[in-house]
């Protein structure tokens, strides 16, 4: 599937993921049970990323950073109003592309802070953010590799990392194809990449901002290339629980206060333009798509005028 050809249709995917759930059960004070946890803990627990630059990943340090996890953290502040706790505290737990769903859903995280796309499958399960990014699957091959689309690779070994849409979109391909690929899987992206790298694979498939993420990473743009057409349509999200409206409010009036303040265009900026704080530059414009995305989240006066 192009991206071009699948954008509107996506958009209005991603929009009705926004979650909007059934009436849940309140704890404490009115409080839905999520809120109410968090109250009584005063923590909010946020699902990281090691290796999904620059959405979310460990700085030099091993400290969780990226896009995502500062959209997360300015839904903790909205949080606090929330649950009259200003100086509520973040604890971060790591998760991986296999695990972060079932995270959410069996309370082990508030809010999944990742690379992490918002379909209709996984709508059914747990709710979305509006949307945060735009994606889609594309390969990572060697330099020298002759390969410009996934109908080269026919025979060959491609890796995809477990519990991803891009798992779905290759396996999807290589049978309405009939390529006869060797899918093989990595436990992370950065286990993916390394398998690539170390030869055991011909070609490496997922979202192409994170393939751009980790060649800049690893200072190996003399070594790989992004190339192919787009396989998949990848909308992402911040991730929580389904069937708490008050939560899915406070998690909307966050970008709806980022986007009336014309906070979300430079916090973008800050990470797909400017330099990265472990020394990388991606230089990925935004797309009109999410630009767009992100003026509707504008309730501002100036922005109806």
Known sequence: MRLSTAISGGLLLAACLLATGASAQTGSEGLSPT?????????????????????????????PIGYSLELCEAIVEEIGVEVD??????????????????????????????????????????????????????????????????????????????????????????????????????ADHEQSYQMLADGKADAFATDDILLSG??????????????????????????????????????????????SNQDLIPLYNKWFIARLPTGERLNVPISLQLEEAFKAMDDSASANN
Do not use: W
Request: with cysteine; proline share 4%; hydrophobic share 35%.
């Open 35 to 63: 809120l109410s946890a968090i109250k009584s803990r005063h923590t909010v627990r946020l699902g990281y990323r090691e290796s999904s630059p620059p959405f979310s990943f460990l700085d030099q340090s091993g400290r």
């Open 85 to 186: 706790d200003p100086n509520l505290k973040i604890d971060y737990v790591k998760v991986t592309s296999d695990d972060r769903i079932d995270a959410v859903l069996q309370n082990k995280i508030d809010l999944e802070c990742g690379s992490t796309t918002a379909n209709a499958e996984r709508g059914k399960r747990v709710a979305f953010s509006p949307l945060i990014f735009v994606a889609g699957t594309k390969l990572m091959v060697p330099k020298a590799s002759k390969v410009q689309s996934l109908t080269d690779l026919k025979g060959k070994t491609v890796v995809v990392t477990k519990g991803t849409t891009n798992e779905q979109a290759i396996q999807a391909a290589d049978k309405k194809s009939s390529l006869g690929l060797n899918i093989v899987v990595g």
């Open 214 to 259: 980790l060649i800049a990473r690893h200072k190996a743009q003399d070594k790989f290339r992004v190339t192919g057409d787009y396989l998949s349509y990848d909308p992402y999200g911040i991730m929580f629980r389904k069937g708490e409206p008050q939560l899915s409010a406070v998690v909307d009036r966050t970008f709806r206060k980022l986007g």
